[in-house]
C-alpha cells in the first residue's frame, strides 16, 4: 500500500472555525491532491500541488487554501468552516515521468478524513 | 472541461453472475487515460483497472474487464462471477495524458449491491 496518513481520520467542528487537515507521504512523489466527497457527486479535487510550494486550484477551491513546504506534507485549511464544507476529504498522491506525458499510473489515495462541521 | 457520467446510480447483481457498469465521458483529447476505482464501505480507494487511450485492447485483470469504445467516448466495467467482496461504490475516472495535468476527474458512482 502507498504510504499515505491523513489525520484527522474524524473531526467535529463548529461554524467559523479554522480547520486544518494534514497529508503525509512516505512515497517521495511530486504531485499531491485533496479532493472532497459528497453523495451524488464523487470525488471533486479541491487544490493541487506538483512541487514543494507549487500548488494550483481545483473545480471547488473556494473556502479554502493550501500549503506544500516540504515533499511529504500537504496541508487543507479551511480559514472559517461553513456546514456547506461538511465532507470526507481526501487526500491523494501521483509521480510524474517528466517526460512530457503523465505517468499511467494511478493516484494512490488516503484513507479519508470524515469532517463534521455543525 | 472533461466530465465523466456514470448514468447507473445503483445496479445489484445475484452472486456468482455478470454484472456491468457504464461509464461515458467527454473530452477533446486524444490521449488520455481512464480507471475505475472501487470504494468499499471502508471509504478506501482501491484500482480495480485502468485503461490507455493509445491501446486498442480492452484491459483485463482477473474477473474485471473493460469494454473501451473510443469512439463512442464509452468505458464499463464488466464484473464477472461476482462475489459478496465486490459489493461497493464503483467510480470511473479520467485522466489527461499531458504531463502536468495529473488531475483525475470522476463520475458520481455506481453502488453495487450483491445478492447472496
Known amino acids: 500500500d502507498a504510504g499515505i496518513t491523513q489525520s484527522p481520520r474524524h473531526k467535529v467542528t463548529e461554524t467559523g472555525t479554522p480547520v486544518t487537515l494534514r497529508c503525509h507521504q512516505t512515497?517521495?512523489?511530486?504531485?499531491m491532491y485533496w479532493y472532497r466527497q459528497d453523495p451524488g457527486h464523487g470525488l471533486r479535487l479541491i487544490h493541487y500541488?506538483?512541487?514543494?510550494?507549487?500548488?494550483d486550484k481545483g473545480e471547488v477551491s473556494d473556502g479554502y487554501s493550501v500549503s506544500r513546504s516540504k515533499t511529504e506534507d500537504f496541508l487543507l485549511t479551511l480559514e472559517s468552516a461553513t456546514s456547506s464544507q461538511t465532507s470526507v476529504y481526501f487526500c491523494?498522491?501521483?509521480?510524474?515521468?517528466?517526460?512530457?506525458?503523465?505517468?499511467?499510473?494511478?493516484?494512490?489515495f488516503g484513507d479519508g478524513t470524515r469532517l463534521s462541521i455543525l | 472541461a472533461q466530465t465523466v457520467t456514470q448514468s447507473q446510480p445503483e445496479m445489484s447483481v445475484q452472486e456468482a453472475e455478470t454484472v456491468t457498469l457504464s461509464c461515458t465521458y467527454d473530452?477533446?483529447?486524444?490521449?488520455?487515460?481512464l480507471f475505475w476505482y472501487k470504494q468499499p464501505p471502508s471509504r478506501q480507494m482501491i484500482l480495480v483497472i485502468r485503461?490507455?487511450?493509445?491501446?486498442?485492447q480492452n484491459a483485463t485483470e482477473n474477473r474485471f474487464s473493460v469494454n473501451f469504445q473510443k469512439a463512442a467516448k464509452s468505458f464499463s466495467l464488466k464484473i464477472s462471477d461476482s462475489q459478496l467482496g465486490d459489493a461497493a461504490m464503483y467510480f470511473c475516472a479520467y485522466r489527461s495524458a499531458q504531463d502536468g495535468n495529473e488531475k483525475l476527474t470522476f463520475g458520481t458512482g455506481t453502488r453495487l449491491t450483491i445478492i447472496p
Open positions: 491523494a498522491i501521483s509521480e510524474s515521468t517528466g517526460t512530457g506525458y503523465s505517468s499511467n499510473q494511478p493516484q494512490h
Open positions: 512515497e517521495n512523489h511530486r504531485y
Open positions: 485503461q490507455e487511450a493509445y491501446k486498442q
Open positions: 473530452t477533446s483529447e486524444s490521449d488520455y487515460y
Open positions: 500541488s506538483y512541487g514543494v510550494k507549487d500548488t
